[in-house]
Every structure is written in C-alpha cells, then in structure tokens.
C-alpha cells in the first residue's frame, strides 16, 4: 500500500526558505505512471495546488508561486522536495503532497500534510 | 486563476441527501470533464471521492455521486451517516497543465 509522508520544519522565518520532503512507502517514484504534487491549505481556506512533476524531469508550476518555487526529486531515496524561498506570512499552510495518475487529472492518493508557520 | 465557488457550509439529518456545489468558469468546470470531489477529515489525508465529473474510485460508497451542469459541478450525497461530516473540496483542470480547486465546504450531519 502506498503511502505518502510530508516532513520539514514546523516554523519558517520571513524572507527564509521553506524546505519540505515527501517520503513515497510502498511504491518507488519513478515507477513511471505518476506525477508528484504539492498542495497547500492556508488557515482556514481551500487548497492551492503549488506544483507538480514527473520523476524524469517535467514539472509543472503554479504561476503565481513559480518564481519562488524548486522541486526536486531523489529517486535512490523515493523522496521528492519543495524549496519555497523569501516566505511571507501568507506561506504560512497546512502542506501536502499527493499523486496524480499520468494523464489523468486527479489526486488519487494524498498525504496527511503538515503545517508550516512563517513568523519571526 | 481564481478558486472555484464552493457554499461554506452544508449540513442535513442522517439519511437525507445533500448537494455541494462548485461553480467555476467556462475556462475550467465548464470547459472539461475533469472535476474531482475530495473529502478531508481534519488531521486526516483528503480522499478522492469522484474524478472525471461523476466517476467513482473503486471502494467509495455509491452513497455519493457527482454530476455538471454548464460551469457548476456537484456532489450528492444520500443516505447521510455522521461518518460523512467532513469538508469537501472540488478540482477542475483549467487548462495549460494547470488546476484550480475550491474554497471548500463543510459538510455538518446534525
């Protein structure tokens, strides 16, 4: 059963970078049907999808994050990462990580997220 | 690229049946066939409950449907069980590799 694991730091300054790392059990990541995602929650609004990539190299960004915004990807570790940089306190989010189904345009499998804070 | 419309809050009785809109545009819900329903108890990680407009993964309840009209997508939900109270976010595809979800509905069995 796959499983999806979100894990980085709980509290981020204004201006730093935030750092998260999707651990990928029961599944490899570069099985080749699937691309990665990140999505965040801010407090108490809806989802925002950030970005989303295929373990080869294509990916996909939100373009009012993407200036902002590196994926990458350790295949030898089935983990993938996201580096947002010059956070405010609008980063501040429940983010999560989740799958979508190649040519598919949905989120089949997600993690259960985990809440970044930007305050000084 | 705005988020689709999605009412707050929903609530019904056990056993009744309750809709969630989501209206977006003709760039997205309107455009494609491409909206999912996902489901997310606190804590929790979201689950998929309905992709392509009205398609059910395989091990979600045929208590919950979804359907479309023009730019406003919606998901049923009959024969409520207090299991079901959740919040409920809809996704469309909105073209150029992109996708756009909603504000989210909370969803109360009273």
């Known amino acids: 059963q796959v499983q999806l694991q979100e894990s980085g730091p709980g509290l981020v300054k204004p201006s730093q970078t935030l750092s998260l790392t999707c651990t990928v059990s029961?599944?490899?990541?570069?099985?080749?049907?699937?691309?990665w995602s990140w999505i965040r929650q801010h407090p108490g609004e809806g989802l925002e999808w950030i970005a989303y990539f295929y373990y080869s190299g294509s990916t996909y960004y939100n373009p009012s994050l993407k200036s902002r915004l590196t994926i990458s990807v350790d295949t030898s570790k089935n983990q993938f990462s996201l580096k947002l940089s010059s956070v405010t306190a609008a980063d501040t989010a429940v983010y999560y990580c989740?799958?979508?189904?190649?040519?598919?345009?949905?989120?089949?499998?997600w993690g259960r997220g985990t809440l970044v804070t930007v305050s000084s | 690229q705005s988020a689709l419309t999605q009412p707050a809050s929903v609530s019904g009785s056990p056993g009744q049946s309750i809709t969630i809109s989501c209206t977006g545009t003709s760039s997205d819900v309107g455009r494609y066939n491409l909206v999912s329903w996902y489901q997310h108890h606190p804590g929790k990680a979201p689950k998929l409950m309905i992709y392509e407009d009205s398609k059910r993964p395989s091990g979600v309840s045929n208590n919950f449907s979804g359907s479309k009209s023009g730019n406003t997508a919606s998901l049923t939900i009959s024969g409520l069980q207090a299991e079901d109270e959740a919040d409920y976010y809809c996704c469309s595809y909105a073209g150029s590799n992109t996708v756009v979800f909603g504000g989210g509905t909370k969803l109360t069995v009273l």
């Open positions: 029961g599944g490899s990541i570069s099985s080749g049907a699937y691309y």
């Open positions: 989740a799958r979508r189904l190649g040519a598919y345009w949905y989120f089949d499998l």
